[in-house]
């Protein structure tokens, strides 16, 4: 495993991560086999595991957070997420009001089992709390200890420009991260908008979806299977499943098998090439997806074969 700084701070995440979206609590409530599969990851060198309130309603921070307990804390970077409503009634149990934010991270952190989170990620923008409110929530959440670091996560670069600016210029904590989704089928928005702001400011970027919800892998490549993400996910589907990605996917192949490699772990080091990504989250339902995965972190890609993708993702 390799290790990355996160953006300019001093602490460090394995490149290669783990993320609960969409499988722990959810696509894979086996608690066995979650256990397998985080105890792999740290026999591999993962220390970030990342997480939200919202991915299945608290069951996937509660899950990760019974098995996580049992490795030392100090060894392990955990994060969580606030922004998506956690009740169906409840108006202020969403957004990022201060009322939410400090409410909703006791509340992670209670079902995590720890006593502070590593980073704690505004999950959207919320254009109904004033920036400087959120900022001051946020800030206040790690001057008490609660998390180390906040982040950010799919906002605009615009959004996280102001929000480090306004930090600085009033002494407060400024964001470290974005979290946005970058793939080699999703790249404009972050080579074109997002890099050039945050690489100037030294906020790193921990991506997530950087195998395009598994198109990259392969997977479809004979269509949509049963129990699938595109299966049980249309709006997945309908982003990344069309002729040229799968053409483009194919076409992978044959670069992935001339360097000894899955087409999963071409991706992924295809992801981590820029210096920018701190980390891209993966995610797993067994224990030979993550073991996949890890080898990316060993991958360096060389100048002939990134022209060839290039060709290949550009046509």
Do not use: C
Not at 121 to 126: C, G, I, P
Not at 172 to 186: D, H, I, K, R
Not at 233 to 254: G, H, I, M, P, W
């Amino acid at each position: 495993m390799q290790y990355r700084r996160l953006g300019n701070t001093g602490m460090k995440v394995s490149t290669v991560s783990l993320g609960a979206w969409t499988t722990f609590g959810d696509s894979v409530q086996d608690q066995k086999i979650i256990g397998e599969i985080v105890e792999k990851a740290v026999e591999h060198g993962i220390n970030f595991f990342d997480n939200a309130d919202v991915y299945a309603r608290g069951q996937a921070e509660t899950v990760m957070g019974e098995i996580l307990s049992n490795y030392p804390r100090h060894s392990l970077v955990l994060s969580t997420k606030v922004f998506w409503p956690m009740s169906d009634n409840d108006v202020n149990d969403r957004g990022l009001s201060r009322k939410h934010v400090l409410e909703s991270i006791d509340r992670s952190l209670e079902r995590m089992q720890t006593d502070y989170v590593d980073i704690y990620f505004a999950h959207r923008y919320d254009p109904e709390t004033p920036l400087e409110e959120i900022v001051e929530a946020f800030s206040d959440v790690v001057r008490s200890g609660r998390a180390h670091y906040w982040g950010s996560s799919e906002w605009s670069a615009s959004q996280i420009a102001e929000a480090h600016t306004f930090a600085k210029a009033n002494g407060l904590v400024a964001p470290v991260t974005e979290q946005p989704q970058y793939s080699m089928l999703y790249r404009e928005r972050v080579e074109k908008e997002i890099l050039p702001v945050t690489a100037g400011k030294g906020i790193g970027l921990v991506v997530w979806s950087p195998l395009a919800m598994g198109m990259l892998t392969g997977k479809y490549d004979s269509g949509v299977p049963e129990g699938s993400r595109f299966a049980n996910y249309d709006q997945f589907a309908q982003l990344f499943l069309n002729e040229d990605n799968a053409r483009r996917v194919k076409e992978l192949k044959t670069v992935a098998e001339n360097l000894g490699v899955s087409r999963a772990e071409l991706a992924l080091a295809w992801v981590l090439r820029h210096p920018g990504v701190s980390s891209v989250i993966t995610g797993a339902t067994k224990v030979s997806q993550l073991q996949s995965n890890v080898k990316a972190a060993e991958l360096d890609l060389d100048s002939d074969t990134l022209e060839k993708i290039d060709s290949i993702l550009l046509s």
